[in-house]
């Protein structure tokens, strides 16, 4: 039997840190390479990946796992009562940078898949694509693994992705889509004055307090069938400006929203544009706009998958998940293209966190739980 408890361990003592690999997917290949896993790094302008598939290439039913290896920094290590990647187990707990965001998701799905294939080896194949760069921007991490497989032939029937999904409670809840996200950023210019003389200046800082008031203010929408309300935040704004008595020329802002899927990034694009010209307008400041679009809404809706997670999930914990859209983004946001997917792990209050850690007895549950998943989709 592989211990996802040490393997989850061995990962955290790997400093991971966005975008340094840190030896974690070089453990990972050394694990599912013994247990005759076909490993292959997809490595992509410096960015780590490791792709490992069980079973016949290219065969029709196939069940595939992703996930991070890549954490976010400790922040101010002094501020940790352990070691952030001494894997210290401590009150029930395995304590580390990565933890739960989401070693402990990766190992448990290796685990399992290793113990799956050699106990009894199904019909299809497994295959599990990891990527060392999910915090940072995504542009080559589970992209390229897509991109990589798809000039390769290979191919996943439907995909779990083990980012911790679970509020309160292990089992409390399944992702099944993600909101998208667009971020906006604004630059005005007008012109710069004494402020004792406003009538001969264009304050830009006054634009952008009309901009982003108009935008906060609108409500976007009142949600959809599978999703919350879309929400638009204000995340800075700036002038620059050190001095009291003088309207500067240039003012800044961001704003960040996450979308439903009544909304698309180009629909929301065009809107922040033309809210932005109308204030344009009525200042006689320029207000000059761009965009960068995370990624767009998705829906896996309720159906054979989720009802697999989910009957698995309430076996092991007696408890049936929701079904939800909430939170973040995710690299299902990419597989969502390539297939079926839905997320699952374990409980979330500690990510990115100082003293992040996983409740070992769950990070053993969470094991169990990809193991009927994959013994029910190959039965």
């Known amino acids: 039997m592989t211990d ?3 393997l989850t361990a061995e990962l955290i003592r790997c400093p991971s840190v966005t975008p340094e690999e840190g030896g974690a997917l070089v ?3 050394r694990v599912l390479g013994a247990a005759g ?6 490595d992509r302008n410096g ?3 490791l792709f490992a598939r069980w079973g016949k290439k290219g065969h029709a039913r196939s069940f595939g796992f992703n996930g991070h290896t890549d954490v976010v920094p400790v922040g101010d290590a002094s501020a940790w009562s352990v070691d952030p990647f001494g894997a210290e187990r401590r009150d029930g707990f ?3 940078r990565g933890a739960v965001d989401m070693k402990s998701g990766i190992a448990a799905f290796a685990a399992a898949a290793v113990d799956f294939v050699e106990r009894t080896p199904p019909e299809g194949a497994i295959l599990l694509a990891i990527t060392g760069d999910e915090e940072g921007d995504a542009a080559d991490g589970t992209v390229a693994l897509l991109d990589w497989m798809a000039e390769q032939g290979e191919a996943m029937s439907v995909c779990l992705v083990g980012e911790p999904t679970c509020p309160d409670r292990l089992g409390d809840m399944l992702k099944i889509g993600r909101r998208g996200s667009i971020s906006g950023f604004f630059t005005a210019t007008g012109v710069q004055g004494h402020v004792a003389y406003p009538h001969r200046a264009k304050n830009p800082v006054a634009a952008i307090a009309r901009l982003v008031t108009r935008l906060a203010a609108e409500p976007l929408d ?5 999703f919350d309300p879309s929400t638009l935040a204000v995340t800075t704004i700036d002038a620059g400006n050190p001095a009291t008595n003088v309207i500067p020329a240039i003012c800044r802002a961001t704003v960040n929203i996450r979308f439903n899927d009544l909304h698309s990034g180009a629909s929301l694009a065009a809107w922040l544009q033309r809210e932005a010209q109308a204030v344009a307008t009525e200042t006689g400041v320029t207000i000059a706009v761009e965009h960068r679009i995370s990624g767009e809404s998705f829906l896996t809706p309720p159906g ?3 009802a697999l997670v989910a009957a698995a999930v309430e076996a092991e914990t007696g408890l049936s998940p929701a079904l939800s859209t909430s939170g973040g983004t995710s690299d299902a946001r990419f597989v969502k293209d390539h297939c079926p997917v839905v997320e699952f792990g374990l409980v979330g209050k500690t990510m990115h966190a100082v003293d992040e850690r996983a409740d070992i007895a769950q990070i053993h549950q969470l094991k169990a739980i990809y193991g009927r998943i994959l013994a029910a989709y190959f039965a």
Not at 37 to 42: A, L, P, Q
Not at 222 to 226: F, I, L, P, W
Request: aromatic share 8%; charged share 20%.
């Open 4 to 6: 996802p408890e040490e």
């Open 27 to 29: 453990c990972l290949e």
């Open 37 to 42: 896993f076909s490993c292959t790094r997809v």
């Open 47 to 49: 960015t780590p990946n």
């Open 94 to 96: 395995l304590w580390g």
């Open 222 to 226: 009142t949600g959809s069938d599978h």
């Open 304 to 306: 054979p998958l989720s």
